[in-house]
């Protein structure tokens, strides 16, 4: 027979483990994304996680990944890479060392391409568009897509999105407060006003 009371207690303690866990996680991102806006903002710009050299070649593959086209803006103008910088150094510091390895993977092939070069963020777009092709079936594209486009379209709040040009780029306008959309359904009640 099944004793429902430790069932319970078990599943008890479960739940609280894992809501303990999930607001642990969110504190982690809430601040990664505050300190990531103050990076955007002007008021500070250093990197915890990369160190310059690294934080410029990741810069490059943002822009390579989003691009800015026709003067419409891209990743680097949006500030992805003060998202992906603060997310390795907090909540996505697990991949660190992924981040790592893949600058030194990119910074390898492109010394191979331009012998004595300085790197892969001073090649050129279609250079470093080769490279980027290159590895892209990589985890390490995989994952800089990924943080790419979240640090480009995710609230400006979040670190990237500078001034909302993520989402002039998809044309959402940003509200500072949403209303539900009135229509059919509530004509009768608009009109007895």
Do not use: C
């Amino acid at each position: 027979m099944i004793d429902l009371h430790n069932r319970r207690t078990f599943l008890r303690a479960v739940a609280a483990a894992g809501v303990a866990w999930a607001a642990a996680d969110l504190v982690d991102v809430e601040e990664a994304l505050a300190y990531a806006g103050l990076q955007v903002s002007g008021a500070r710009r250093d990197f915890t996680a990369l160190t310059r050299p690294q934080a410029e070649v990741l810069d490059a593959m943002t822009a390579r990944i989003i691009p800015a086209v026709d003067g419409r803006p891209g990743a680097r103008q949006a500030g992805a890479i003060y998202f992906i910088d603060r997310a390795l150094a907090t909540f996505n510091a697990a991949q660190k060392g992924l981040y790592v390895d893949g600058v030194a993977e990119l910074n390898r092939r492109a010394s191979s391409r331009a012998p004595g070069g300085p790197g892969f963020a001073a090649l050129s777009n279609g250079q470093q568009d080769e490279v980027l092709r290159d590895v892209e079936q990589t985890p390490f594209f995989q994952a800089m897509r990924f943080d790419t486009i979240v640090g480009t379209f995710a609230l400006p709040a979040w670190g990237g999105n500078t001034d909302h040009l993520g989402w002039q780029m998809i044309g959402f306008e940003h509200l500072p407060r949403f209303q539900a959309p009135f229509g059919f359904y509530d004509a009768d009640i608009n009109q007895r006003g």
